[in-house]
């Protein structure tokens, strides 16, 4: 039977929504007006005053915000709150540039536990089960926020953090873990792990995985489900907006429903940042209204994805994202065919046979660029014939070129050459940079 956290909203009538969304964001707007001083020039350089916003249809007068925003402000100048009421801050990783500041108030932290537990609700848990929390504790978002997330719903946390593989499995194993929470990489990571342990799966209590902080494709989760013998749940999420619980995926694993009562979506095109209709991919825009300590407004996150409001069979009415893409930023340009890692992915996976671990290295060279896909055999692979090993590189250099017309170099890489992941995979290499 599917579980909820919070039925009331999670299964609202679109109409109450609406109305929640539309007095929410005028109280937001007000908020961050009076005290946020970024807000206040770009809304008086646009020409607009917090009365302007009365509904949630007034959202597209706004301006957008930049992560390059939160960096010129850096670390608190975008906090719209005394610092003495702020019981936290997160920050990201800084890999693409200087890191970002985030921070909650207590009431912050409330709305976050709620929305990670509406996740945990969704994945089929409750107050029973052990939470097995993989990802990392720290400035990073995701430990914590499931862990809040585990706390509130009232099951019990096992803060195990992500890293020393053989640990995570003896916990999962002698703690009787349920669920666990890691990102799909480190998940795949874990199940080779306990295989090459020769220990089944069903030697574990666990259920599901709630497993996100990275794009992941269907044919991932198919290996992910096999391998740990869970039903594994995408969850969404990024710490400009709160963290892991933005959006979450339901029984139906078909997108993820977004906390709509706390962060408005929209879809925008990214280059002439349009408001794009439903059913269209583009960036992921939102808006935070409820959070007091650091409600962004049009908050641009650079994520490719799909809105829609096509009913859903688990009976929750909030809106759903299908899975993102990637990022914008992530989006190979290679002789001006765009490309997404996911997609090469979903080829390689499908294939059926092909380990799930790749990586592409692109380079240019004499001003052509080049595409190098790394991929690594299975051991059945190695110790075929070197015969079977050019036929198998053809047969991915088909499958990618027929469907994401580009050609490839492949090179099928020895069994554990990969580097493995305890958190967000590095898919790509660019030289190019
Ligand atoms: O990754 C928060 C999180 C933690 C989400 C744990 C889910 C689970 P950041 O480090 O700020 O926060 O990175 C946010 O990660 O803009 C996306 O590009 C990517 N991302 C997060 N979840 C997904 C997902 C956390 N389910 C950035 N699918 C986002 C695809 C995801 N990409």
Redesign the pocket.
Known sequence: MEKYFNKNIECAPLHEIKALQSFRLSSTVRHVYQNVEHYRKKMEEAGISPDDIKTADDLSKLPFTLKQDLRDTYPYGMFAVPLDEVVRVHA??GTTGKQTVVGYTQGDIDIWSEVAARAIAAAGGSKDDFIHVS?GYGL???GL?MHYGTEKIGATAIPVSAGNTSRQIQILKDFGSTIICVTPSYALYLAESIREMGIDPSEFKLKAGIL?????TDEMREEIEKGLGIKAY??????EII??GVAYECSEQNGMHINEDHFIPEIIDPDTGEVLPFGEAGELVFTCITKQALPLIRYR?R?IAVLTRDKCSCGRTLIKML??QG?SDDMLIIRGVNVFPSQVESVLLSMGNISPHYLLIVDRVENRDTLEIQVEMTDEIFSDAIKSLEEMENRIKQAIESTLGISAKIRLVEPKSIPRSEGKATRVIDKRK
Request: glycine share 20%; charged share 20%; hydrophobic share 20%.
């Open positions: 990201s990783s990802y990073f978002t995701g926020g996100g902080a990275e794009p992941w995408d969850i969404y999420g990024l710490s963290g892991p996150t994520d899975k993102p990022r």
